[in-house]
């Protein structure tokens, strides 16, 4: 039984893709292994170190969003623990490739986990080995749902059966690129419902201007936000920018899982 230490943004909440992917990663290692999970901002208390001291741990998994900091911190925990190995979970590809560079020599991961061929080719030119990260979601919860159910959850969440529902899952930000989802609130027999991420403060501005535009806003977490996904006719995700979500956005896979088009 090997001792497994993860680092993320764990908060208890999984209201947002990079916990639930820590949140898993840390469930199916426990099942075989000894596994301890923190908050990365642990790292700032005494306590910590303490714990982390008698724990001892075989491998350390930061699934964390590489940076300059990141980087660091994986080599901190390597020159106290020097058995452990450390495993970088690249979710999104990282920032300031070039500036980051130059310091990778002297503080690479021992592998980092990737999405994609092209995080893997910047990766690997870093000097630090790879493998293939597989995301996944629950098919026993989001899952395609018959006519009849479908309706009961239209009207479940008193949308009218007649409409061409649009959903969006996510944060509201300016990276999210929400305002061309109002071209669609325009379109008569169409209904566009977002439901906001309560991880981060939405942009009051945007938010705004999608509520003025005739999206319905549900700002609120749903235990059951499969029942979303299940009742609504397409799923439409406008991201265009690295930074704003992992480079295999669950929500996407979570429609895919429910048969709703995205």
């Known amino acids: 039984m090997l001792k497994i230490l993860i680092l993320s943004n764990k908060n208890g909440s999984l209201a947002e893709g990079q916990k639930n992917v820590a949140f898993n990663v840390f469930k199916i290692l426990a099942l075989c292994h000894e596994v301890i999970h923190f908050n990365a901002k642990s790292v700032f208390s005494k306590d910590f170190w303490v714990k982390l001291q008698s724990f001892n741990p075989d491998f350390i998994y930061l699934i964390l969003r590489p940076n300059l900091r990141v980087f ?10 020097k058995q452990s190995k450390i495993i970088l979970v690249v979710l999104q590809p990282p920032s300031n490739h070039i500036f980051l560079k130059l310091f990778i020599p002297f503080l690479k ?14 990766i690997k030119s870093f000097g630090i080995n790879t493998k293939y990260f597989r ?41 999210r690129n929400l305002l061309p989802l109002l071209d ?3 379109c008569n027999g169409v209904e566009v419902i977002i439901v906001v991420s309560s991880m981060f403060p939405p942009n009051t501005k945007i938010l705004n201007k999608l509520k003025d535009g005739g999206c319905r806003i549900l700002n609120e977490f749903f235990d059951s936000i499969e029942e979303l996904y299940q009742l609504s006719d397409a799923y439409v995700f406008l991201v265009d920018k690295p930074s704003s979500a992992i480079e295999m956005p669950l929500s996407i896979l979570e429609a895919m899982a429910c048969n709703t088009p995205v």
């Open 109 to 122: 991961a021992d592998l980092a986990l990737v999405l994609s061929e092209k995080t893997e080719k910047l």
């Open 135 to 175: 995301l996944g979601v629950d098919i026993l919860k989001f899952k395609p749902v018959s006519w009849e159910e479908k309706i009961k959850l239209r009207h479940k969440y008193n949308i009218e059966l007649n409409k061409f529902v649009v959903l969006h899952v996510g944060h509201v930000t300016k990276g």
């Open 72 to 81: 660091l911190l994986g080599k901190i925990l390597k020159l106290k623990f």
């Open 184 to 186: 669609l609130c325009g």
